[in-house]
DNA sequence: TTTAAAATAGTAGTAATACTATTATAAATA
DNA sequence: TATTTATAATAGTATTACTACTATTTTAAA
């Protein structure tokens, strides 16, 4: 049996719901190929418009522009990696195993185990690689926090540090170390795919490397006999 | 005596070196303060160029676009840090204090213990901090690669990975630690500043805290007895 | 069943951005 | 002094990021 999952997104991501309609659905699905083929500085709404067959200005009675859309990718990534983490963890009783599942999911491609998505979750998880950073770092990024639209981030990333402080509960630093785990999977990704020698990742596919590198940074610096 | 700080910059970077006249040096001067005031998003070239006083034309005689003028700046801040750290481990013998002196110029703006420029420090290390990312995350990485754009980066990156394999020969992952580090310091701060749940950073000027999150980590990691 | 109002979609604009081509002016050299 | 050569300013264009208005369809009330 496979379920068709359903996130509930923050209602200020939108100006109509893209869920509940044809036009709506096709926004998000071509959107994320889009943005994933040309890169999100030539992504435009008429490109999109013209990709799905409609005028520049339905696409606007969805999404108040492109920096909103790209938000609501990346959040809606955001939302569905907690989720999955909770489900995987949920009947691990060992800290340090809940941890090295975090570190797997945080560098894999979302997968299916907990339903399907009309989208490509592939391309998906490119655009969170290549983009998601530009969602905050942005002159607005007060304004939208207090609309709280990073809420599923720093939920995710809150949810990630009381792993850290369950497995050692005088560790100072669980949520720099949580933010720092999350960007560098993202970014040693990035690395060895563009820039190598900023990493000691070897490819793209050399998803082990990266689970290595983290997973020792990780455990070492919450041993408690840690320096 | 106070030096004239001089770095090479690549010649790729501009079209004419805005070094050598007064007007390079003003879309220098200038544009720092613009990108630092109104984020690299909201800045165009029209609004430095009235800024100045010169045509937009005259701004584009120097730099191919405002993205070519953002890595210039990048570019600047990753090669005179370099700079920074070669001429203050120089006289030191011990690993261990060396990687603590790099940690400590990661996290701080920029001194004028080599000397002073002509622009605002603190505004260029805030332009590092919110906008350095995006001149990589972009879709003409692999080009601005091959035309060596991003060396000093990446020689920054090799000096201090090269302090971390002194430190202990066997770990291998010194130049991801080493890119995670340098992007975990600007992060951090970031965080502090405008989203405050992700980080055990108290506040912008807390750079203490960043120092011992990242040196904590470091030599934990680089521990020869790390798990 | 007609009619009005509400929702949705499409057309046609505008201001700003990111440039470029052309013309004008100043400086340097023959 | 004439003439290249370098530099700067003017005036464009195509695209982007929207918005206002009009047309059409759907829904609901009379």
Known sequence: MKLQIQIKMNEDLYLRNPEQTEL????????????????????????LAEDIGTTEAGVYRYFENKHRLLLYF?????????????????????????????????????????????????????????????????KDVDENNSA???????????????????YNPNYPYARSLASTVIEAAHFQYFFAQHLPRLTNVKSKDDTSTIIEFLEQMVFAALSPDGK
């Open 24 to 47: 709506g659905k096709n926004i998000i699905k071509h959107g994320i190929q889009l943005i994933h083929k040309m890169g999100f500085e030539s992504f435009t709404f008429k490109k």
């Open 148 to 166: 709280h639209l990073f809420k599923p981030y720093k939920d995710l990333c809150a949810r990630i540090a009381d792993l850290f402080s369950a």
């Open 74 to 138: 990346v959040t809606w990534y955001w939302s569905y990696l907690e989720y999955n983490v909770v489900f995987n963890i949920n009947n691990m009783t060992n800290p340090e195993e809940k941890i090295r599942r975090v570190l797997d999911l945080l560098t894999h491609e979302l997968d299916d185990s907990l339903g399907t998505v009309d989208f490509d979750k592939k391309a998906l998880y490119n655009i969170v690689i290549n983009e998601s950073n530009k969602v905050y770092l942005s």
